[in-house]
Every structure is written in C-alpha cells, then in structure tokens.
C-alpha cells in the first residue's frame, strides 16, 4: 500500500472504526481476494467489539499488499458507499476516474434503503439547521 492510502486510513481512522461494521461483508470480502488471510480473519473477530474489530482491520491493512487499499474501497460498496466516497474524496486527486467512482457509489448508495434514510436524514437536518448538528 503506498504511502498515500496510508495517510487516508490513518485521517480517518476513528471516523471509520465509528461507521462501519466490518462483521458484516469487509472482512470476508478481503479474504476472498487474498488481502487477508484466514490467520488476520480470525484475528479481527477475536476483538470484543465492531470498533476493536474495525482498529485490527486498518492496522492490518497497510501491510498487505499495494491492492489493500483499493480492495478495501471494493469492500465498502455494497454498504457503505457514503464511506467509500469520503475516501477516495481523501484521495485529492481529480478527474474522471474517481469522479466516475463518486457517481457510482452515489448511485449503489441510493439503492440502498439505509443509505437513502441517512441522506434524506443529512438533508433534512441540513435545511431544518438543528443548533446541535449545525456550525
């Protein structure tokens, strides 16, 4: 992984072990395409908590490989495509390519009814402006 990616799962480290759940599909996810072996598998499920288990995971993920972290990204499609976005915002990078991976995950995003509550969520409060969620 290089040095960049690590520096994105590093920014976001705490924001992550708070909104995913890597119990669900992540993990086995990058066992299936040989980011994890079954030793790192059992290593994170032996935590006592989504959060600890989440921690494990970005600790081991740096050092596995220079496709951890666009597996990573992979992993969080289905679920979590707000997550997978904020990510490759993190990239700092322009152009078409991760333009054209935002809109997608946006899109996979939107078929989700969890996605669709939490955003129509953001933007109600957004328009509503709570004292305690606005700046």
């Excluded at 499609?77 to 976005?85: F, G, I, K, M, R």
């Excluded at 991760?98 to 996605?115: C, D, I, R, S």
């Amino acid at each position: 992984m290089d040095s960049q990616h690590k520096d994105i799962l590093r920014k976001h480290r705490l924001e992550l072990s708070s909104n995913i759940n890597t119990d669900d599909t992540i993990v086995q996810y990058l066992y299936q395409e040989d980011i994890l072996t079954l030793s790192h598998v059992e290593e994170i499920l032996a935590e006592n908590s989504s959060k600890k288990r989440t921690l494990k995971l970005l600790d081991l993920l740096p050092a596995r490989g220079p496709k951890a972290f666009e597996k990573f990204l992979e992993s969080l499609e289905a679920e979590y495509p707000w997550v997978q976005e904020r990510l490759l915002q993190g990239l700092g990078t322009s152009g078409v390519q991760v333009t054209a991976q935002v809109l997608e995950a946006e899109y996979k995003g939107l078929q989700n009814p969890k996605y669709c509550c939490a955003l129509r969520c953001r933007q109600l409060t957004t328009q509503l402006c709570f004292p305690w969620k606005c700046s």
